[in-house]
């Protein structure tokens, strides 16, 4: 395992002493997890800013609309039920993932 060293204010030094005290762990610890959920957290924004930014695109695109409401239409008036109907028809086993 890597180690780093850096700089804390006193004021954030106290708190995490604190919390450290608190929790019955390390400082070490409480500043891996603390970094951990931050990294997740970033990551997170980032994929959704680029679903925002996919849908915006694709919300901009009059094709893409149609084919969207033409699709959410068929899954609304049974086309979905109808797909799974074929595929059991046809010997699949609709419960089982297509990717399998």
Same mark, same amino acid.
């Given at each position: 395992?890597?180690?780093?060293?850096? $700089?804390?204010?006193?004021?954030?030094?106290?708190? *995490?002493?604190?919390?450290?005290? $608190?929790?019955?762990?390390?400082?070490?610890?409480?500043?891996? /997890?603390?970094?951990?959920?931050?990294?997740?957290?970033?990551?997170?924004?980032? *994929?959704?800013?680029?679903?925002?930014?996919?849908? $915006?695109?694709?919300?901009? /695109?009059?094709?893409?609309? $149609?084919?969207?409401?033409?699709?959410?239409?068929?899954?609304?008036?049974?086309?979905?039920?109808?797909?799974?109907? /074929?595929?059991?028809?046809?010997?699949?086993?609709?419960?089982?993932?297509?990717?399998?």
């Amino acid at each position: 395992m890597n180690s780093i060293s850096l $700089r804390l204010p006193d004021a954030l030094d106290a708190n *995490l002493a604190e919390e450290a005290q $608190r929790e019955g762990r390390s400082r070490s610890e409480i500043a891996r /997890d603390a970094i951990a959920a931050w990294l997740q957290q970033r990551q997170r924004e980032r *994929l959704t800013a680029q679903m925002v930014s996919a849908a $915006r695109e694709l919300g901009a /695109d009059a094709a893409a609309m $149609r084919d969207a409401r033409a699709l959410a239409n068929d899954l609304a008036g049974g086309g979905l039920q109808n797909t799974l109907g /074929d595929e059991a028809g046809a010997g699949r086993d609709p419960a089982r993932p297509w990717w399998v």
